[in-house]
């Protein structure tokens, strides 16, 4: 099965915010809500994103790098709100990172294929490294 077919897997989420600030989307899989965050300061056109888990009960979980479960809708509910977002909003740069402590490079080099694969039409992207993060920067072609 190709990669583009395991991610076309429709998961239900929520818009919980939607302003000139944020966007915030929620999806319950499996056993945790998964959160979905895009946001900006007040007259910039650069947006951070993140996403994150947590329990049904509110407490905050840290995504692991592996045997966390429900990986492949996970990353379907991010890839659906991400393009949302992007329809909406059309920014001008995007930036998110990557965790790479403990050599945590798995996540960086998935980010990295996920980018390539499933390039945003419209955008390019580049990837820096620092010391404990890799960052991603999506940039919108004029």
Do not use: C
């Not at 994103?49 to 509910?77: A, C, D, H």
Request: glycine share 6%; net charge neutral; aromatic share 10%.
């Amino acid at each position: 099965m190709k990669i583009a077919e395991i991610l076309d897997r429709k998961v239900e989420y929520t818009v919980e915010i939607d302003n000139d600030l944020q966007f915030q989307t929620k999806a319950r899989i499996g056993d945790r809500i998964i959160v979905f965050d895009a946001d900006t300061e007040a007259g910039e056109d650069v947006w951070g994103i993140v996403f994150w888990q947590t329990t049904l009960e509110g407490k905050s979980m840290r995504f692991e790098i592996t045997k966390g479960g429900n990986e492949l809708e996970v990353f379907s509910m991010v890839r659906d709100s991400m393009n949302q977002f992007i329809e909406k909003h059309k920014p001008a740069t995007i930036k998110f990172s990557a965790d790479k402590s403990s050599g945590a490079t798995a996540r960086t080099n998935l980010y990295d294929r996920l980018l390539k694969r499933f390039k945003i039409p419209g955008y390019t992207h580049e990837k820096r490294s620092g010391n404990l993060d890799d960052y991603f920067i999506l940039t919108r072609q004029k």
